[in-house]
């Protein structure tokens, strides 16, 4: 069992940055891909990046890659998720995944889901 917990959303005008952190219970972060995906109210969940168990491989989503950043340290059982130059179109509550070995890391099959954190963006 895994538990997952979001922080660092909040309020930023537009091209301002922020970082959310997940942190992670349990003794074996380091085997699990994190994935990070966002979603707003009305609108399907939507992938915004994955990392692989040692950070070797990152995955982004097409509206995000060259703004974010996603990173893991094992030691800490965290990873973070750095957003920069944010719009008001990255306006979303923000969910932080678990799965040992995820089918697609870019798709919605993980194990373990945390409560979200909101971000929001203002013009």
């Known amino acids: 069992q895994v538990q997952l917990v979001e922080s660092g959303g909040g309020l930023v005008q537009a091209g301002g940055s922020l970082r959310l952190s997940c942190a992670a219970s349990?003794?074996?972060?380091?085997?699990?891909?994190m994935g990070w995906f966002r979603q707003t109210p009305g609108k399907e969940r939507e992938f915004v990046a994955a990392?692989?168990?040692?950070?070797?491989?990152?995955y982004y989503g097409n509206s995000v890659k060259g703004r974010f950043t996603i990173s893991r340290d094992n030691a800490k059982n965290t990873v973070y998720l750095r957003m920069n130059s944010l719009k008001p179109e990255d306006t979303a509550v923000y969910y932080c995944?678990?799965?040992?070995?995820?089918?697609?890391?870019?798709?919605?099959?993980?194990?373990?889901w945390g409560q979200g954190t909101q971000v929001t963006v203002s013009s």
């Open positions: 349990g003794r074996t972060f380091s085997s699990y891909v």
């Open positions: 990392i692989s168990w040692n950070g070797g491989r990152r």
């Open positions: 995944a678990a799965d040992r070995n995820p089918r697609d890391p870019s798709g919605d099959e993980y194990d373990y």
